[in-house]
C-alpha cells in the first residue's frame, strides 16, 4: 500500500520532501506516489507547501524550479 509507506516515510524523515524524493525512498513509482499525496493532502495526513525556483536552489542540484514539499 502506497499511502501508508509514504506517511512512513515522511515519519522517519527530518525534512519535508519531494515526491521524487519519496518515490526513490520507497522505490516506487512517482506517478503512484502523486496520486496517493494527493489523497494524503486531501485528507489531512500529509502537509504540502509549495516553494518558488529561488528556494527550491537548496533541494535541487540543477538549477531551480518551483516545487511542492511535503511534511507530517
Same mark, same amino acid.
Given at each position: 500500500m502506497v499511502q501508508g509507506e509514504v506517511i512512513e516515510c515522511l515519519e $522517519? +524523515? $527530518?525534512v519535508p520532501? +519531494?515526491?521524487?524524493q519519496i518515490a526513490e525512498a520507497i522505490k516506487d513509482d512517482p506517478i503512484k506516489v502523486s496520486h496517493a499525496l494527493r489523497q494524503l493532502v486531501k485528507w489531512k495526513e500529509v502537509k504540502c507547501m509549495e516553494i518558488n525556483r529561488h528556494q527550491s536552489k537548496k533541494y535541487l542540484k540543477h538549477g531551480g524550479r518551483r516545487m511542492r514539499l511535503y511534511y507530517i
Open positions: $522517519k +524523515s $527530518k520532501m +519531494s515526491r521524487t
